[in-house]
């Protein structure tokens, strides 16, 4: 049973388009919601991070949104680039067992 | 300024041999994790060490073993290899960067078993 449900799979945007990636979970214990981008043959790298309190943080062009009441958050990354194609993993920390538990994965492919 | 360095980055096995991966962090952190990922799981934990000293399991430690040399060094030993480990290995510490809170991954060890 997948802690953290993404969506989509996959994903292909338009230079300059918006890319929208969304996620999903049931267990009210998480309090810790970070997201990770990664690059072919390289290890996940922390992107942006937002706690339950707050309902959107950005830093740059990537923007988290969340949800508290339907259990959502969603990583919108704004004018994307070519640079920024890569797979994006979504993550739920469980607070009391200092444990993450990550979604399955959304390849990004941005067309120039 | 390495972060998470893991050797090797490959390695192909035979069904039965044992093998250590090795992961070091130099960022003082407590925490040190495995993982493997697979196409379409995403990435599953093996094992956790949340201090020197500790470890524990994750969700899938079946045929594998830890070992927490010191705060720097965590390794993690399969010890009869079975192609359903064939996977990408990732070690990751846990600490921050800048204001944010999360893991600090290696670059991965891709190993096969035939």
């Known amino acids: 049973q997948q802690q953290v449900k993404q969506s989509p799979q996959s994903l292909i945007v338009q230079k300059g388009g918006i890319s929208i990636i969304n996620c999903a979970y049931e267990?009210?214990?998480?309090?810790?919601f970070p997201w990770y981008q990664q690059f072919p043959g390289k290890g996940p790298a922390l992107l942006i991070a937002?706690?339950?309190?707050?309902s959107e943080k950005k830093e740059g062009r990537f923007t988290i949104s969340f949800n508290k009441s339907a259990k959502q958050f969603s990583l919108h990354i704004m004018d994307s680039q070519p640079g920024d194609s890569a797979t994006y993993f979504c993550?739920?920390?469980?607070?009391?067992?200092?444990?993450?538990?990550f979604g399955s994965g959304t390849k990004l492919n941005v067309k120039p | 300024n390495a972060g998470v360095t893991q050797t090797p980055k490959f390695q192909v096995l035979k069904t039965g041999q044992s093998m250590t991966l090795q992961c070091a962090q130099d960022m003082n952190h407590n925490s040190m994790y495995w993982y493997r990922q697979d196409p379409g799981m995403g990435l599953r934990l093996i094992y956790y060490?949340?201090?020197?000293?500790?470890?524990d399991k994750g969700e899938v430690p079946n045929g594998y073993n830890v070992s927490r040399l010191n705060k720097r060094e965590f390794s993690l030993r399969l010890e009869s290899a079975a192609p359903s480990q064939t996977s990408v290995y990732f070690c990751a510490s846990r600490g921050y960067k800048g204001s944010d809170y999360g893991y600090t991954f290696g670059s991965g060890t891709r190993l096969t078993v035939v």
């Open positions: 993550a739920a920390r469980l607070y009391n067992f200092n444990k993450f538990y």
């Open positions: 937002i706690r339950p309190d707050v």
């Open positions: 267990n009210t214990a998480f309090d810790y």
């Open positions: 060490s949340a201090s020197e000293g500790t470890t």
